[in-house]
T-cell receptor, first 109, second 116 residues
Framework: KNEVEQSPQNLTAQEGEFITINCSYS?????LHWLQQHPGGGIVSLFM???GKKKHGRLIATINIQEKHSSLHITASHPRDSAVYIC???????????FGTGTSLTVIP | DTAVSQTPKYLVTQMGNDKSIKCEQN?????MYWYKQDSKKFLKIMFS???????INETVPNRFSPKSPDKAHLNLHINSLELGDSAVYFC???????????????FGPGTRLTVL
């Protein structure tokens, strides 16, 4: 079983919809990360968080340390949001990284 | 200016060959990484390296070796390539060693390796 599980695996939404991607992890962590991988393959870091909530434009990331769960929300989704979203965690020791299997999002105009 | 660059972008080779992928970062970062992304898009860290410490993921075969001529470069050498090595390999860098909330990683564009 993977240390980081994401759901759903695939998601199709209509433009403008509110989207939620979930991430659960089973190890002690010092930080959780959300990454975005575009169809062209490039990977960018969206958020790094260890508690609470962070917002950047239409993207919001939350984390509940007690429940070992994080969510990535996209408000007013747009076709350019179509990408694979990957959740990753840094172990409590700081030198182990674990990745989720990714959520493939397609936003239809 | 590209922050983290990799060459080549595509690499097609025969089983048994030895190949290298180059990575360079112009961010002045102390730490560089190599990741492997398999056909199911699953990312896995292979190495973390700064000028003081190399951390190897214990599942990485010793046919894979990182070589760092200087702080801005971390090349990946692969000996005796196998079919299962086919994947996309990403290089990344960060300011300090450890992937924490204050220490964003910047990824290269990836190298797609195909072993025939």
């Amino acid at each position: 079983k993977n240390e980081v599980e994401q759901s759903p695996q695939n998601l199709t939404a209509q433009e403008g919809e509110f989207i939620t991607i979930n991430c659960s992890y089973s190890v002690g962590i010092s930080a959780l990360h959300w990454l975005q991988q575009h169809p062209g393959g490039g990977i960018v870091s969206l958020f790094m968080l260890s508690s609470g909530k962070k917002k950047h434009g239409r993207l919001i990331a939350t984390i509940n340390i007690q429940e070992k769960h994080s969510s990535l929300h996209i408000t007013a989704s747009h076709p350019r949001d179509s990408a694979v979203y990957i959740c990753a965690v840094t172990s409590i020791t700081g030198n182990q990284f674990y990745f989720g299997t990714g959520t493939s999002l397609t936003v239809i105009p | 200016d590209t922050a983290v660059s990799q060459t080549p972008k595509y690499l097609v080779t025969q089983m048994g060959n030895d190949k290298s992928i180059k990575c360079e970062q112009n961010l002045g970062h102390d730490t560089m990484y190599w990741y492997k992304q398999d056909s199911k898009k699953f990312l896995k860290i292979m190495f973390s390296y700064n000028n003081k410490e190399l951390i190897i993921n214990e599942t990485v075969p010793n046919r894979f070796s990182p070589k760092s001529p200087d702080k801005a470069h971390l090349n990946l050498h692969i000996n005796s390539l196998e079919l299962g090595d086919s994947a996309v390999y990403f290089c990344a860098s960060s300011q300090v060693f450890m992937w924490a909330t204050y220490n964003e990683q910047f990824f290269g564009p990836g190298t797609r390796l195909t072993v025939l």
